[in-house]
Antibody, heavy 119, light 112 residues
Framework: EVHLVESGGDLVQPGGSLRLSCAAS????????THWVRQAPGKGLEWVAH????????LYADSVKGRFTISRDNAKNSLYLQMDSLRAEDTALYSC????????????WGQGTVVAVSS | DIVMTQTPLSSPVTLGQPASISCRSS???????????LSWLQQRPGQPPRLLIY???SRFAGVSNRFRGSGAGTDFTLKISRVEADDVGLYYC?????????FGQGTRVEIK
């Protein structure tokens, strides 16, 4: 059975940092591109960042570019999101997702971890 | 960025009756490789989103054939042939033709 389990969410002050992790199991993690997607309270889904299967390509939403860094470790079946210079508008449920070449969509999603930015 | 617009935003449906959701993109979703990367996702209450349909009309593994996607270019439709209680939730269209990948606002399907 496929599992994506996020961790690392917390309450942090504006300007602070957090590192989110996503542990994958039940599928060939190294064959999938992976993403972070967020959903702010009462808002819709927002794609945040993408990393290709081999880490050669990393893309970011304009809203997080220069502040967030996506990375992965295929040997550990893990995905990460380093979040720096956090702002109140970054408050959201952050989910990791995996996409395959065959669908070019979000095949698998995690339950998410909550990031709250507030003083 | 490509803007995805869904209608309606709420769809009360009688059990056993069909439901239909429309999605329009602000520009063509035809990729340079010839594919159209339009997907439909279902989010049941308290659950993460789940992929139903990809590339306009291909059902993901394990998805009921009651769900059918159609469309082309900028106009797309998701149809549920006979709504069941388990279908209640939010439905999102999503484009993956161009980064940033973007989502529609979501359509809430509920039972009358």
């Amino acid at each position: 059975e496929v599992h994506l389990v996020e961790s690392g969410g917390d309450l942090v002050q504006p300007g602070g940092s957090l590192r989110l992790s996503c542990a994958a199991s039940g599928f060939s993690f190294g064959d999938y591109a992976t993403h972070w997607v967020r959903q702010a309270p009462g808002k819709g889904l927002e794609w945040v960042a993408h990393i290709s299967w081999n880490s050669n390509t990393r893309l970011y939403a304009d809203s997080v570019k220069g502040r967030f860094t996506i990375s992965r470790d295929n040997a550990k079946n893990s995905l990460y999101l380093q979040m720096d210079s956090l702002r109140a508008e970054d408050t959201a449920l952050y989910s990791c997702a995996a996409s395959s070449n065959s669908t070019n969509s979000f095949d698998y999603w995690g339950q998410g971890t909550v990031v709250a930015v507030s003083s | 960025d490509i803007v995805m617009t869904q209608t309606p935003l709420s769809s009360p449906v009688t059990l056993g009756q069909p439901a239909s959701i429309s999605c329009r993109s602000s520009q063509s979703l035809v990729h340079s490789d010839g594919n159209t990367y339009l997907s439909w996702l279902q989010q049941r209450p308290g659950q993460p989103p789940r992929l139903l349909i990809y590339k306009i009309s291909s059902r993901f593994a394990g998805v009921s054939n009651r769900f059918r996607g159609s469309g082309a270019g900028t106009d797309f439709t998701l149809k549920i042939s006979r709504v069941e209680a388990d279908d209640v939730g939010l439905y999102y269209c999503m484009q993956a033709t161009q980064f940033p990948w973007t989502f529609g606002q979501g359509t809430r399907v509920e039972i009358k």
